[in-house]
Nanobody
Framework: QVQLVESGGGLVQVGDSLRLSCASSRSSFSGHAMAWFRQSPGKEREFVAVINRSGEYAEYANSVKDRFIISRDNAKNTGYLQMNNLKPEDAAVYYC????????????????WGQGTQVTVSS
């Protein structure tokens, strides 16, 4: 079982940066791929970024590529999402998720989820 807690969300202005954290209470975090998804009202949960167990491989949604950076520190059982140059369309509840399997880009493939953290971008 992997329990995840996101933090770092908040209200920012267009062009600002924000770093989200995803903390796990278990050392088994290092044995799981980790991803970030987001969901805004009336929309389906969408893939943002994924990183493999070691942190050597990452993939991004086209909408955030070159602006967001996913990373992890397995010694701290924590993952991160650095978000730069935020845009109004980035506003959403951001969720981190983990899977013991391949670093997929679809929500249905993830067994463990955090409760989400709200990101609001003001123009």
């Amino acid at each position: 079982q992997v329990q995840l807690v996101e933090s770092g969300g908040g209200l920012v202005q267009v062009g600002d940066s924000l770093r989200l954290s995803c903390a796990s209470s278990r050392s088994s975090f290092s044995g799981h791929a980790m991803a970030w998804f987001r969901q805004s009202p009336g929309k389906e949960r969408e893939f943002v970024a994924v990183i493999n167990r070691s942190g050597e491989y990452a993939e991004y949604a086209n909408s955030v590529k070159d602006r967001f950076i996913i990373s992890r520190d397995n010694a701290k059982n924590t993952g991160y999402l650095q978000m730069n140059n935020l845009k109004p369309e980035d506003a959403a509840v951001y969720y981190c998720a983990c899977t013991a399997n391949y670093p997929y880009m679809t929500a249905k493939d993830y067994e463990y989820w955090g409760q989400g953290t709200q990101v609001t971008v003001s123009s």
